[in-house]
């Protein structure tokens, strides 16, 4: 089943896609990026709208990076985003995102697979390894570590969801 999203309610839709579908297997293809595979090394946390007042500059879709500075990167951003297609299988789960700009450029994010809770894992694992050596890996520290990348990564998370 195939489902395009008003243009009104683009930012609603961004949060409710991000959280339903944060630490899916997720392969990205289109004009724009050839082809990338999101799973275990770059996990996917979601879409977000990127504005400029009330004018939409562009949408970006964001994978988790492991870095103490920068727990989230994008992955692929589009401008002037003309359109947004959903696609659900069978169960009504989605199954792919079509992202197509006013140029022509055409995004595909195709969906696989349930929630992976090792990959949000994973992610603090990177972030907490990441402060253990900007601190010049010195030991004692572990659990502050672990603790703040928590913070960082459900921050970074909210962000995508609220």
Not at 43 to 72: C, H
Request: aromatic share 6%; charged share 30%; hydrophobic share 30%.
């Amino acid at each position: 089943m195939k489902q395009e999203i008003k243009r009104s309610g683009w930012s609603r839709f961004c949060k409710r896609f991000s959280f339903g579908n944060q630490y899916r297997h997720t392969r990205i293809s289109g004009t724009v990026s050839g082809e990338v595979e999101l799973g275990h090394s770059y996990p996917f946390l979601g879409i977000t709208l990127e504005k400029k007042g009330r004018q939409i500059g562009a949408i970006q879709v964001l994978a988790g990076r492991g870095d103490a500075q920068q727990v989230m990167e994008p992955v692929v951003s589009i401008k002037q985003l003309a359109k947004m297609v959903l696609e659900k299988d069978s169960k009504g789960n989605a199954s792919r995102l079509l992202l197509q700009s006013k140029d022509g450029t055409t995004v595909n994010i195709d969906l696989y697979g349930d929630k992976e809770p090792s990959q949000h894992r994973s992610l603090i694992e990177r972030v907490a390894y990441s402060m253990h050596e900007r601190r010049g890996s010195a030991i004692g520290d572990d659990w502050n570590d672990w603790l703040e990348a928590e913070k960082r990564v459900k921050e970074a998370e909210r962000q995508l969801t609220e």
